[in-house]
């Protein structure tokens, strides 16, 4: 290799060393910081997080017991699928929200712990008879106690 050529690269590989480090410093930088505003909010998050993905798990069960029911006849369950399909909108929403921990986070939990409370009086209904409504009953209620906590 002849001499230039070699200084060349060399020149040239300082010079992606010496960027790369200083975008990994930049990152470092910003990366504390956006430690630091999670851990302030990061218990309620965390909390809001189990809750909508709870909820998200129980009316996904849910909603499909009701679409059988549905199926088979079972107009009863009409109100129920209903009201799990709009909680599962707002709890999908509400968990992509507070794992970024978005500014909107707030007027979304508001939002998400009426839906889950319509959706909880509406299983209520098939709790006795249904183990899918009852575990979204119970999933709701939790979630709107996480939202409300959030939203205040």
């Known amino acids: 290799m002849e001499r230039r050529t070699f200084i060349g690269a060399a020149a040239a590989t300082l010079a992606l060393t010496a960027a790369a480090t200083a975008a990994a410093e930049e990152h470092t930088h910003a990366h504390a910081h956006a430690h630091g505003a999670a851990a302030a909010t990061g218990k309620v998050n965390e909390d809001l ?6 909820c998200l798990a129980a ?19 009409e109100a129920c699928a209903k009201a799990v399909n709009q909680m599962l909108a707002l709890c999908d929403a509400t968990n992509n929200l507070a794992a970024q921990n978005a500014p909107l986070l707030a007027a979304v939990a508001k939002q998400c712990a009426e839906a889950c409370k319509q959706c909880a009086e509406a299983c209520k209904e098939h709790a006795e008879h249904h183990a ?6 119970e999933a ?4 709107v106690e996480a939202c409300n906590k959030t939203a205040a």
Do not use: F, P
Request: charged share 20%; proline share 0%.
């Open 49 to 54: 997080l189990k809750a909508t993905a709870a």
């Open 59 to 77: 009316g996904r069960v849910c909603l499909n017991h009701c679409i059988n029911q549905l199926a088979a006849g079972d107009k009863t369950m």
């Open 132 to 137: 899918e409504c009852k575990a979204c009953h």
């Open 140 to 143: 709701c209620l939790e979630c």
